[in-house]
T-cell receptor, first 110, second 115 residues
């Protein structure tokens, strides 16, 4: 049973526009959420995280929003750049257990 | 090196062969995780170490899978009598502390193909 879901397998965005990647989870015990970026033939690279006590965390062009009541988080990338083209995984943790979504492939069109 | 390293990067095995996959975590990182990532899927948890202690192996798919971290640093994931369904990318991740609200850092993975 998938506890973390990314329902959009792919997303295409024009360079300079906003990219919004979504993630839903089912376990209310999750207290830490992360986004990873993955290029082909490489391991996932940590991008940004958020604790369950917050609803927003920002790092440069990347902002993660957490809506605990909806069990939903999203990653906003503004402005999107061609180098952002990759697969993005969201992950959630409770203690030492980490659960990953199936990923969203983002393509930023120049 | 500064990051997590894994070897080999690619491994082709004949069905029934035993394989050993190595992970060198970031120096000083207490926790180490192994994941299996099938094509088109996210990483799925296999097992977790805190120092040399294997605290959780609930994700290992069968008793053909075995992991160890005898000195609390390098870890080896061993798969005995490989099957075609074992073909996947095996990812190792480490984090600095005991895990709660911390960030995992991943290695590049070992891509295993069982023929």
């Amino acid at each position: 049973d998938q506890q973390v879901k990314q329902n959009s397998p792919s997303l295409s965005v024009q360079e300079g526009r906003i990219s919004i990647l979504n993630c839903d989870y089912t376990n209310s015990m999750f207290d830490y959420f992360l986004w990873y970026k993955k290029y082909p033939a490489e391991g996932p690279t940590f991008l940004i995280s958020i604790s369950s006590i917050k609803d927003k965390n920002e790092d440069g062009r990347f902002t993660v929003f957490l809506n605990k009541s909806a069990k939903h988080l999203s990653l906003h990338i503004v402005p999107s750049q061609p180098g952002d083209s990759a697969v993005y995984f969201c992950a959630a943790s409770a203690g030492n257990q980490f659960y990953f979504g199936t990923g969203t492939s983002l393509t930023v069109i120049p | 090196g500064a990051g997590v390293s894994q070897s080999p990067r690619y491994k082709v095995a004949k069905r029934g062969q035993d394989v050993a996959l190595r992970c060198d975590p970031i120096s000083g990182h207490v926790s180490l995780f192994w994941y299996q990532q099938a094509l088109g899927q996210g990483p799925e948890f296999l097992t977790y170490f805190q120092n040399e202690a294997q605290l959780d192996k609930s994700g290992l798919p069968s008793d053909r899978f075995f992991a160890e971290r005898p000195e609390g640093s390098v870890s080896t994931l061993k798969i005995q009598r490989t099957q075609q369904e074992d073909s996947a990318v095996y990812l190792c991740a480490s984090l600095i502390g005991a895990g709660a609200s911390e960030t995992q850092y991943f290695g590049p993975g070992t891509r295993l193909l069982v023929l």
